[in-house]
Protein backbone atom coordinates (compact mmCIF):
# COMPACT_ATOMS: atom_id res chain seq x y z
CA UNK A 1 0.00 0.00 0.00
CA UNK A 2 1.25 3.46 -0.71
CA UNK A 3 0.21 6.12 1.98
CA UNK A 4 0.35 9.93 0.42
CA UNK A 5 0.06 13.02 2.33
CA UNK A 6 -0.47 16.50 0.43
CA UNK A 7 1.63 18.24 3.46
CA UNK A 8 1.50 21.34 0.91
CA UNK A 9 -0.70 21.90 -1.11
CA UNK A 10 -0.24 25.91 -2.48
CA UNK A 11 2.22 27.31 -4.88
CA UNK A 12 5.59 29.57 -4.22
CA UNK A 13 4.38 32.24 -2.11
CA UNK A 14 1.84 29.90 -0.08
CA UNK A 15 -1.41 30.72 0.84
CA UNK A 16 -1.66 33.86 2.19
CA UNK A 17 1.90 34.96 0.48
CA UNK A 18 3.00 37.38 2.80
CA UNK A 19 2.70 40.39 1.46
CA UNK A 20 -0.38 39.93 -0.68
CA UNK A 21 -3.42 41.54 0.23
CA UNK A 22 -6.20 40.19 -2.24
CA UNK A 23 -9.44 39.61 -1.09
CA UNK A 24 -8.55 35.65 -1.18
CA UNK A 25 -5.56 35.87 0.86
CA UNK A 26 -7.04 37.75 3.12
CA UNK A 27 -9.85 35.42 3.76
CA UNK A 28 -7.16 33.01 4.40
CA UNK A 29 -5.24 34.91 6.83
CA UNK A 30 -8.71 35.22 8.59
CA UNK A 31 -9.69 32.00 8.54
CA UNK A 32 -12.71 32.01 6.36
CA UNK A 33 -10.78 30.59 3.52
CA UNK A 34 -8.52 27.43 3.72
CA UNK A 35 -4.90 28.54 4.36
CA UNK A 36 -2.23 26.40 2.59
CA UNK A 37 1.63 25.83 2.75
CA UNK A 38 3.51 25.73 0.20
CA UNK A 39 4.17 22.32 -2.41
CA UNK A 40 5.46 18.84 -0.99
CA UNK A 41 4.44 15.28 -0.39
CA UNK A 42 4.89 12.84 2.17
CA UNK A 43 4.71 9.26 0.71
CA UNK A 44 5.34 5.75 2.71
CA UNK A 45 5.47 2.33 1.73
CA UNK A 46 5.70 0.39 4.47
CA UNK A 47 4.47 3.25 7.23
CA UNK A 48 7.98 3.15 8.82
CA UNK A 49 9.90 4.71 6.22
CA UNK A 50 8.57 8.30 4.55
CA UNK A 51 10.01 10.09 1.64
CA UNK A 52 9.54 13.55 1.16
CA UNK A 53 8.99 14.94 -2.78
CA UNK A 54 10.38 18.36 -2.90
CA UNK A 55 10.91 20.25 0.52
CA UNK A 56 9.71 23.57 0.95
CA UNK A 57 10.29 26.24 2.91
CA UNK A 58 7.19 25.24 5.78
CA UNK A 59 8.82 22.01 6.18
CA UNK A 60 9.35 22.99 9.93
CA UNK A 61 5.55 23.80 10.41
CA UNK A 62 4.50 20.76 8.26
CA UNK A 63 6.28 17.63 9.64
CA UNK A 64 5.06 19.01 13.10
CA UNK A 65 1.53 19.18 12.20
CA UNK A 66 1.83 15.66 10.44
CA UNK A 67 1.99 12.92 13.30
CA UNK A 68 3.40 10.15 10.63
CA UNK A 69 6.42 12.27 10.48
CA UNK A 70 7.48 13.09 14.42
CA UNK A 71 10.51 11.45 15.81
CA UNK A 72 9.47 7.87 17.16
CA UNK A 73 12.66 5.98 18.71
CA UNK A 74 14.85 7.61 20.80
CA UNK A 75 16.01 11.11 21.67
CA UNK A 76 17.00 12.48 18.10
CA UNK A 77 14.89 9.96 15.49
CA UNK A 78 13.21 10.99 12.15
CA UNK A 79 10.59 8.83 10.08
CA UNK A 80 12.15 11.18 7.17
CA UNK A 81 14.49 8.35 5.24
CA UNK A 82 14.87 10.58 2.33
CA UNK A 83 13.72 13.44 -0.17
CA UNK A 84 13.49 13.44 -3.76
CA UNK A 85 13.30 17.17 -5.81
CA UNK A 86 11.54 17.52 -8.66
CA UNK A 87 13.33 21.23 -9.39
CA UNK A 88 15.53 24.12 -7.90
CA UNK A 89 12.51 25.99 -7.51
CA UNK A 90 12.69 27.74 -3.72
CA UNK A 91 9.32 26.37 -2.94
CA UNK A 92 11.30 22.94 -3.63
CA UNK A 93 14.70 22.98 -1.98
CA UNK A 94 14.50 25.24 0.73
CA UNK A 95 12.98 22.91 3.09
CA UNK A 96 15.95 20.98 2.94
CA UNK A 97 17.78 23.22 5.23
CA UNK A 98 15.23 22.36 7.73
CA UNK A 99 16.08 18.98 7.62
CA UNK A 100 19.92 19.99 9.30
CA UNK A 101 20.78 18.98 12.36
CA UNK A 102 23.16 15.45 11.07
CA UNK A 103 20.01 13.35 10.50
CA UNK A 104 21.07 10.18 8.09
CA UNK A 105 19.08 10.91 4.62
CA UNK A 106 19.45 10.25 1.00
CA UNK A 107 18.50 13.28 -1.30
CA UNK A 108 17.92 12.08 -4.78
CA UNK A 109 17.30 14.83 -7.64
CA UNK A 110 18.89 15.43 -11.32
CA UNK A 111 22.47 15.64 -11.78
CA UNK A 112 22.02 18.90 -13.04
CA UNK A 113 19.21 20.40 -9.85
CA UNK A 114 22.15 18.57 -7.81
CA UNK A 115 24.72 20.94 -9.57
CA UNK A 116 22.58 24.16 -8.29
CA UNK A 117 22.50 22.47 -4.33
CA UNK A 118 26.61 22.20 -4.83
CA UNK A 119 26.88 25.77 -5.87
CA UNK A 120 25.07 26.65 -3.22
CA UNK A 121 27.32 26.30 -0.31
CA UNK A 122 24.08 27.07 2.37
CA UNK A 123 23.51 23.69 1.46
CA UNK A 124 26.50 22.17 3.07
CA UNK A 125 24.78 22.20 6.12
CA UNK A 126 23.36 18.68 5.43
CA UNK A 127 26.52 16.76 6.29
CA UNK A 128 27.46 14.91 3.74
CA UNK A 129 28.83 12.11 6.24
CA UNK A 130 25.22 11.56 6.31
CA UNK A 131 22.94 12.88 3.63
CA UNK A 132 23.65 10.66 0.56
CA UNK A 133 23.06 12.69 -2.52
CA UNK A 134 22.05 10.24 -5.09
CA UNK A 135 21.74 11.35 -8.83
CA UNK A 136 18.55 10.64 -10.42
CA UNK A 137 18.49 10.15 -14.61
CA UNK A 138 15.41 10.71 -17.05
CA UNK A 139 14.23 7.29 -18.16
CA UNK A 140 15.89 5.23 -15.49
CA UNK A 141 13.65 3.90 -13.15
CA UNK A 142 15.22 3.04 -9.59
CA UNK A 143 14.83 2.04 -6.09
CA UNK A 144 14.55 4.37 -2.84
CA UNK A 145 17.05 3.38 -0.65
CA UNK A 146 17.24 4.16 3.16
CA UNK A 147 20.44 5.97 4.75
CA UNK A 148 21.53 2.59 5.73
CA UNK A 149 21.22 1.40 2.19
CA UNK A 150 18.24 -0.91 2.64
CA UNK A 151 15.09 -0.80 0.75
CA UNK A 152 12.67 1.86 1.06
CA UNK A 153 9.79 0.32 -0.49
CA UNK A 154 9.19 2.34 -4.13
CA UNK A 155 10.31 1.95 -7.86
CA UNK A 156 10.65 5.73 -8.73
CA UNK A 157 10.81 6.36 -12.59
CA UNK A 158 11.53 10.29 -13.16
CA UNK A 159 10.98 11.96 -16.41
CA UNK A 160 10.58 14.82 -18.73
CA UNK A 161 7.66 17.16 -18.57
CA UNK A 162 7.83 20.66 -20.54
CA UNK A 163 8.71 23.22 -18.01
CA UNK A 164 11.34 25.79 -17.06
CA UNK A 165 14.28 26.60 -15.25
CA UNK A 166 13.95 27.91 -11.96
CA UNK A 167 13.52 31.47 -11.45
CA UNK A 168 17.03 32.31 -10.15
CA UNK A 169 18.66 30.59 -12.70
CA UNK A 170 16.85 31.89 -15.75
CA UNK A 171 19.38 33.51 -18.19
CA UNK A 172 17.58 36.81 -20.32
CA UNK A 173 20.26 35.69 -22.85
CA UNK A 174 20.09 32.10 -23.60
CA UNK A 175 16.26 32.22 -25.68
CA UNK A 176 12.89 31.54 -25.14
CA UNK A 177 13.28 29.13 -22.65
CA UNK A 178 15.86 30.94 -20.85
CA UNK A 179 18.64 28.35 -21.13
CA UNK A 180 16.16 25.71 -19.79
CA UNK A 181 17.27 22.02 -19.97
CA UNK A 182 15.19 19.20 -19.78
CA UNK A 183 16.10 17.80 -16.15
CA UNK A 184 15.33 21.41 -14.83
CA UNK A 185 11.55 20.21 -14.53
CA UNK A 186 10.51 16.61 -13.81
CA UNK A 187 7.14 14.15 -13.35
CA UNK A 188 7.82 11.13 -11.21
CA UNK A 189 5.97 7.86 -11.52
CA UNK A 190 6.04 6.52 -7.79
CA UNK A 191 5.20 2.55 -7.82
CA UNK A 192 5.13 0.65 -4.37
CA UNK A 193 7.62 -2.36 -4.63
CA UNK A 194 4.95 -4.97 -2.67
CA UNK A 195 1.43 -4.47 -4.28
CA UNK A 196 2.40 -2.56 -7.32
CA UNK A 197 0.27 0.54 -6.83
CA UNK A 198 1.32 3.79 -8.58
CA UNK A 199 0.99 7.11 -9.38
CA UNK A 200 2.48 10.31 -11.00
CA UNK A 201 3.59 13.20 -9.05
CA UNK A 202 3.96 16.51 -11.34
CA UNK A 203 3.65 19.89 -9.16
CA UNK A 204 5.43 21.82 -11.97
CA UNK A 205 4.34 21.38 -16.19
CA UNK A 206 4.00 23.95 -19.20
CA UNK A 207 1.93 21.80 -21.26
CA UNK A 208 1.54 18.22 -21.79
CA UNK A 209 2.63 16.78 -24.94
CA UNK A 210 1.77 13.20 -26.23
CA UNK A 211 3.84 11.32 -25.38
CA UNK A 212 2.92 12.59 -21.42
CA UNK A 213 -0.71 11.75 -22.25
CA UNK A 214 0.30 8.88 -23.45
CA UNK A 215 2.13 7.94 -19.92
CA UNK A 216 -0.92 9.12 -17.92
CA UNK A 217 -2.95 7.38 -19.54
CA UNK A 218 -5.75 4.92 -17.07
CA UNK A 219 -3.50 6.08 -14.33
CA UNK A 220 -5.14 5.28 -10.91
CA UNK A 221 -3.83 8.88 -9.39
CA UNK A 222 -2.32 12.00 -10.91
CA UNK A 223 -1.00 15.07 -8.79
CA UNK A 224 -0.82 17.88 -11.31
CA UNK A 225 0.42 21.53 -11.26
CA UNK A 226 -2.36 23.44 -10.73
CA UNK A 227 -0.52 26.60 -10.01
CA UNK A 228 -3.38 28.78 -11.67
CA UNK A 229 -6.38 28.58 -12.79
CA UNK A 230 -6.32 31.10 -16.31
CA UNK A 231 -2.95 32.05 -17.95
CA UNK A 232 -3.35 35.57 -17.72
CA UNK A 233 -4.76 35.84 -13.63
CA UNK A 234 -2.02 37.15 -11.99
CA UNK A 235 -2.28 39.95 -14.46
CA UNK A 236 -5.97 40.44 -14.15
CA UNK A 237 -5.72 40.24 -10.41
CA UNK A 238 -3.42 43.19 -10.91
CA UNK A 239 -0.60 41.33 -8.37
CA UNK A 240 2.04 40.49 -11.29
CA UNK A 241 2.71 40.87 -14.55
CA UNK A 242 3.89 37.31 -15.82
CA UNK A 243 1.40 34.81 -17.39
CA UNK A 244 1.32 30.91 -16.43
CA UNK A 245 3.26 30.05 -19.80
CA UNK A 246 6.31 32.84 -18.58
CA UNK A 247 6.73 30.64 -15.36
CA UNK A 248 6.04 27.59 -16.80
CA UNK A 249 3.04 26.66 -16.05
CA UNK A 250 -0.24 25.28 -17.94
CA UNK A 251 -3.83 26.10 -16.57
CA UNK A 252 -6.20 24.28 -15.39
CA UNK A 253 -8.93 25.75 -17.56
CA UNK A 254 -9.00 26.61 -21.52
CA UNK A 255 -8.36 24.70 -25.08
CA UNK A 256 -4.80 24.57 -23.92
CA UNK A 257 -5.37 23.45 -20.07
CA UNK A 258 -4.52 20.91 -17.64
CA UNK A 259 -8.49 20.03 -17.58
CA UNK A 260 -8.88 19.27 -21.15
CA UNK A 261 -5.44 17.88 -21.63
CA UNK A 262 -6.27 15.16 -18.97
CA UNK A 263 -9.82 14.64 -20.32
CA UNK A 264 -10.05 11.11 -21.69
CA UNK A 265 -7.27 9.68 -20.63
CA UNK A 266 -9.45 7.36 -17.81
CA UNK A 267 -7.40 8.35 -15.30
CA UNK A 268 -9.04 7.28 -12.03
CA UNK A 269 -8.49 10.23 -9.26
CA UNK A 270 -6.95 13.71 -10.55
CA UNK A 271 -5.88 16.16 -8.03
CA UNK A 272 -4.37 19.70 -8.39
CA UNK A 273 -1.48 20.57 -6.20
CA UNK A 274 1.09 23.67 -6.19
CA UNK A 275 -2.12 25.74 -6.36
CA UNK A 276 -0.97 29.71 -6.80
CA UNK A 277 -3.02 32.39 -3.96
CA UNK A 278 -4.47 33.79 -7.39
CA UNK A 279 -6.21 30.45 -8.34
CA UNK A 280 -9.89 31.38 -7.63
CA UNK A 281 -10.43 27.23 -6.95
CA UNK A 282 -8.67 27.53 -3.53
CA UNK A 283 -12.24 29.40 -2.32
CA UNK A 284 -14.50 26.48 -1.50
CA UNK A 285 -17.29 28.14 -3.45
CA UNK A 286 -15.90 30.14 -6.36
CA UNK A 287 -17.70 29.18 -9.54
CA UNK A 288 -14.30 27.93 -10.81
CA UNK A 289 -14.19 25.82 -7.72
CA UNK A 290 -17.43 24.06 -8.29
CA UNK A 291 -16.63 23.73 -12.27
CA UNK A 292 -13.65 21.71 -11.88
CA UNK A 293 -15.24 19.67 -9.19
CA UNK A 294 -18.03 18.70 -11.42
CA UNK A 295 -15.40 18.10 -14.15
CA UNK A 296 -13.87 15.51 -11.95
CA UNK A 297 -11.05 17.10 -10.09
CA UNK A 298 -10.09 17.57 -6.53
CA UNK A 299 -8.21 20.91 -5.36
CA UNK A 300 -5.72 19.78 -2.73
CA UNK A 301 -5.59 20.49 0.67
CA UNK A 302 -2.88 20.25 3.32
CA UNK A 303 -3.57 17.05 5.19
CA UNK A 304 -4.94 15.57 2.12
CA UNK A 305 -4.31 11.89 2.74
CA UNK A 306 -5.12 9.17 0.10
CA UNK A 307 -4.00 5.45 -0.16
CA UNK A 308 -3.62 3.68 -3.16
C1 LIG B 1 7.26 28.25 -9.71
O1 LIG B 1 6.66 27.23 -9.43
O2 LIG B 1 7.09 28.81 -10.81
C2 LIG B 1 8.26 28.79 -8.77
O3 LIG B 1 8.14 28.16 -7.54
C3 LIG B 1 8.13 30.26 -8.66
C4 LIG B 1 9.04 30.84 -7.63
O4 LIG B 1 10.18 30.37 -7.46
O5 LIG B 1 8.61 31.77 -6.95
MN1 LIG C 1 6.81 26.33 -7.53
Known amino acids: ?78 PISGVIVTNADVDHIAGLLTLRESAPLVLYATERVHGTLRANSVFNVLNSELVARLPMTLGQSFELKTPEGKSGGMIIEPFVVPGKVALYLENPDAGPNFGSQSEDTIGLRIQSMEGGEYF ?92 VEALGWEIAFDGMEICL
Not at 6 to 30: E, H, K, L
Not at 33 to 51: G, I, K, N
Not at 248 to 270: C, D, Q, T, W, Y
Open 1 to 78: MLRIVVIGSAAGGGFPQWNCSTDACNQARTGDALARTQSSLAVTADDEHWYLFNASPDLRHQINSTPALHPKNGLRHS
Open 200 to 291: FYIPGCASVPPELAARLQSAPLVLFDGTLWQDDEMQVAGVGIKTGQRMGHISMSGPEGAIAALEGLNVVRKVFVHINNTNPTLLADSPERHK
